[in-house]
C-alpha cells in the first residue's frame, strides 16, 4: 500500500484547537487512506477529534502527516497545505 509522509508548520497566532481541528477531521474523512498525525513524541488518528485536540499542536509546532492508502500522497499534501493555511 502506498505511504507517502508530508510535514507543516502550525502558523504563529493559531493553533490546531477545536474549529481547525473538526475542519482538518472532516477533511482527513474525505480521503480512503488512513491518516496519523505527530506533533512532537505524540500520534494520533487523523480521522479523530478526540485525537488530533489531545496532539496539543499549538502556533509554531511541526506536524507530520503520513497518510497510508491509494491515495495517501493527495491526502498527506492536502492536509500539510490545509495545516499551513490555518487562520
Do not use: N, W, Y
Not at 13 to 38: C, M, N, Q, W, Y
Not at 53 to 81: F, M, N
Request: proline share 3%.
Amino acid at each position: 500500500m502506498p505511504v507517502h509522509e508530508a510535514t507543516a508548520h502550525v502558523p504563529e497566532g493559531v493553533g490546531l484547537h477545536a474549529r481547525p481541528a473538526a475542519l482538518f477531521v472532516k477533511t482527513a474523512a474525505g480521503f480512503e487512506s488512513a491518516i496519523r498525525l505527530t506533533c512532537g513524541d505524540r500520534t494520533a488518528d487523523g480521522k479523530s477529534i478526540l485525537g488530533v485536540l489531545q496532539l496539543g499542536a499549538s502556533a509554531g509546532s511541526q506536524v507530520t502527516i503520513r497518510a497510508e492508502g491509494d491515495d495517501a500522497e493527495e491526502a498527506a499534501e492536502r492536509l500539510a497545505t490545509f495545516i499551513r493555511e490555518i487562520s
